[in-house]
Every structure is written in structure tokens, then in C-alpha cells.
């Protein structure tokens, strides 16, 4: 089973931020959070990974609670493109349980 | 620099066949999994493949059984086919040493008739 709970679906609207909550309560201290999304009819797609410390890359950024018991999704300025299923995943050296995901609807 | 490609796209197949599903991983990486992911589920997990033997198995009959090859490259065999086995099929890959993310393919659609 996944270590995670997402909400099963989201709104944003085009051109806001995107906040996507995961909670993780179960993290052990050498397992990472790992963020993919999945469009429709594609493999899943890599976005960030951290430990413990905020992360930021091209796409987006990973904000990791101090206790590490969540972490939250930020994309600065969605567009119509990032439409799809986001999966939190917690993992060590192990391989990936995907739960369900949310579903981030971006609207125009 | 590729990303990791799967071949066929599509496939379809009856009851009771065999099919092989391939795999090239991304440029430099070493690790290969496989993944099922069912209409409306998230990607279950099959088994990783290192240095062309199998590392790690999911909860997965022994009808899916694999292979690596020296350059990296995976199969993923399913043999005497059931309806159930309909799905897309993800291979993603990966660099062994260090926290490294999987990347993916697009994946096999298999349709079971």
C-alpha cells in the first residue's frame, strides 16, 4: 500500500499557483519524497525529489514540513498543460508504490 | 539524449498467448523496472533488473518474467495471457548508485481478447 494520502482531485486556475498537499506520516528517516505526474496516455513523468530541505528546479517546488510528516507541491504558474495526475511517493532504496494520486484540473 | 523507449506501442493478443514487451533505457542508466498500471490505477510495480539479473519482484505470478541485456536493455515476457493481464506496461530506468529518480516510457498499451 502507499505511505501516502493526496486529495483526489484539485482545481487551479490557469496562470495561478498550484499547491498540491501530500501527507507522508509513516516516513522513515532515509526515505525520500518523490513527486511524478502522469498526463493522459503518457508514462509517468519525474518532477522533484527531497529529503529534508525545500527543493526548486525548472518545474516546480517541494516544501517538506519540519517533522517531515508532509510535503506540498508548488507549481508557480500553471498552465493548461499541467493537467494530470499527480502521484507523491515516499521511498528509500525501494521500488515505487503509486497510490492513486490527485487529479489537478487546470481551468482557463 | 533519448529518453527511455518502449516498443511495441500497441499490441493486441488472445487468451492463452505470450508476448515480449522491450525496453531501452535512458542514456548512462544501469537499472530497468517494469510496471503494470490497470485503466483508472496508478503503476503497480513488477520487478527491477540490474546487471541482468532480477533484484527485486512485486506481487506478480511467475507467468512475467524478464530479462536484461549487456546494453541495458530489458524484456518483460507474460506468458498464457488472461484477460486481466490488459493494461499499460511502463518501463522506467535508472542509475543503481545514489538517490536517483526513474524515468519512464510511455509504455505498451496490451489488449487481451
Known amino acids: 500500500d502507499a505511505k501516502t494520502t493526496q486529495p483526489p482531485s484539485m482545481d487551479c486556475a490557469e496562470g495561478r499557483a498550484a499547491n498540491l498537499p501530500c501527507n507522508h506520516s509513516?516516513?522513515?528517516?532515509?526515505?525520500?519524497v518523490y513527486w511524478y505526474r502522469q498526463i493522459h496516455s503518457q508514462g509517468p513523468q519525474y518532477i522533484i525529489h527531497g529529503l529534508k530541505n525545500n527543493e526548486t528546479n525548472e518545474m516546480a517546488s517541494l516544501i517538506i514540513t519540519e517533522d517531515r510528516k508532509s510535503s506540498t507541491l508548488i507549481l508557480p504558474h500553471a498552465t493548461l498543460r499541467d493537467t494530470a495526475v499527480y502521484y507523491c511517493i515516499v521511498t528509500g532504496n525501494t521500488p515505487l508504490v503509486f497510490g492513486k494520486g490527485t487529479r489537478l484540473s487546470v481551468i482557463a | 539524449d533519448a529518453g527511455v523507449t518502449q516498443s511495441p506501442t500497441h499490441l493486441i493478443k488472445t487468451r492463452g498467448q505470450q508476448v515480449t514487451l522491450r525496453c531501452s533505457p535512458k542514456s548512462g542508466h544501469d537499472t530497468v523496472s517494469w510496471y503494470q498500471q490497470a485503466l483508472g490505477q496508478g503503476p503497480q510495480f513488477i520487478f527491477q533488473?540490474?546487471?541482468?539479473?532480477?533484484?527485486q519482484r512485486g506481487n506478480f505470478p511467475d507467468r512475467f518474467s524478464g530479462h536484461q541485456f549487456p546494453n541495458y536493455s530489458s524484456e518483460l515476457n507474460v506468458n498464457a495471457l488472461l484477460l486481466g493481464d490488459s493494461a499499460l506496461y511502463l518501463c522506467?530506468?535508472?542509475?543503481?548508485?545514489?538517490?536517483?529518480?526513474?524515468?519512464f516510457g510511455d509504455g505498451t498499451r496490451l489488449s487481451i481478447l
Open positions: 509513516t516516513i522513515s528517516g532515509n526515505e525520500y
Open positions: 533488473y540490474y546487471e541482468e539479473e532480477e533484484r
Open positions: 522506467a530506468s535508472s542509475y543503481l548508485r545514489g538517490v536517483q529518480p526513474q524515468h
